[in-house]
């Protein structure tokens, strides 16, 4: 069954620097994703997650120097692919890669994506992904075993294994999203992917020389010592879902399990960060 959504819409003034110092203090909460506004933020969590003492912590709501006022509503379920058709426009990534839906003509790039994203997160717009995959053209990971962690539409895990990685496997905790990869992953003629539902928790003993994770601050914090678990020796890890501000704190975890930061791609303050195990 589809998750529901609570939809937290937030009016800010003054919205700059405002809407930014409250979509970092909500990213330290459950809230997923965030859409900025011209008046300020619509954040969006699960509905399971939402509680009536949620918001008791961001401090920028009771800072005297911003005015912010909220309302909150139920985002059922949609049919993501008319909404998506409506609106999505191809998109290319340093001419090499390119992500698009299957009624839009073939760009001439070494790699073409093809995915429908039903209503899974991860059509390629987003600054993160797009950020992850300028870091995987960059990548030698042919026969390179790959997890991609929060796989969303399997975009990343896809265009790993266009490129050579195998086995690949791609895990997300969103049924729908499961669901999304298994049949973007035949889409693509990348068959040999293995699509769980789950999190951290079912890795288990599996070690790989990839893993890319493109979540959030808070889940990445807590599923670090996971990944440096899993990775093999010179492995490489690939973490975005965060903000410039976060990289200290990321660093730090990271370095504590043996993971030595090597360089990041930053877009819109968004980041991903490329980190080898020692």
């Given at each position: ?43 969006y ?10 918001l008791?912590?961001?401090?920028i ?60 997160f991860?059509?390629?717009?987003h ?13 030698d990971v ?33 049924p ?35 893993i ?14 996971t990944?440096?678990?899993c990775?093999?020796?010179?492995g ?6 965060f ?15 043996g ?20």
């Open positions: 069954m589809a998750e529901v959504y609570a939809e937290y819409e937030f009016k800010v003034n003054p919205v700059n620097p405002g809407a930014e110092i409250l979509i970092a203090e909500l990213s330290q909460l459950d809230f997923e994703s965030f859409d900025e506004t011209d008046e300020g933020v619509k954040a969590i699960l509905a399971s997650l939402d509680k009536e003492n949620l008791d912590e961001v401090f709501l009771n800072n005297p120097e911003f005015e912010i006022t909220y309302s909150v509503n139920t985002i059922e379920p949609v049919n993501w692919n008319e909404e998506w058709e409506k609106n999505f426009e191809p998109i290319e990534v340093d001419g090499i890669c390119s992500v698009r839906a299957p009624f839009h003509p073939k760009p001439d790039t070494d790699y073409d994506i093809v995915i429908e994203p039903k209503m899974s991860g059509t390629g717009h600054e993160t992904t797009h950020l992850m995959i300028k870091h995987l053209i960059k990548i042919e026969g390179k075993s790959t997890l991609d962690m929060g796989c969303g539409t399997g975009i990343l895990a896809i265009f790993a294994a266009l490129k050579g990685a195998k086995p690949v496997d791609a895990i997300d905790i969103d729908w999203c499961f669901e999304n990869t298994v049949e973007n992953k035949s889409r693509n003629d990348v068959d040999f992917i293995k699509a769980y539902e789950g999190d951290a928790t079912m890795l288990g003993d599996t070690h790989y020389d990839l890319i994770a493109n979540i959030n601050r808070n889940i990445l914090l807590q599923d670090i010592p990944y440096a678990k990775l093999n020796h010179e490489i890890l690939l973490l975005s879902g903000y410039t501000q976060d990289i200290p704190a990321i660093t730090n975890v990271c370095n504590q399990h993971l030595n930061f090597i360089m990041n791609f930053e877009k819109n303050n968004w980041v991903a960060c490329k980190f080898v195990k020692n």
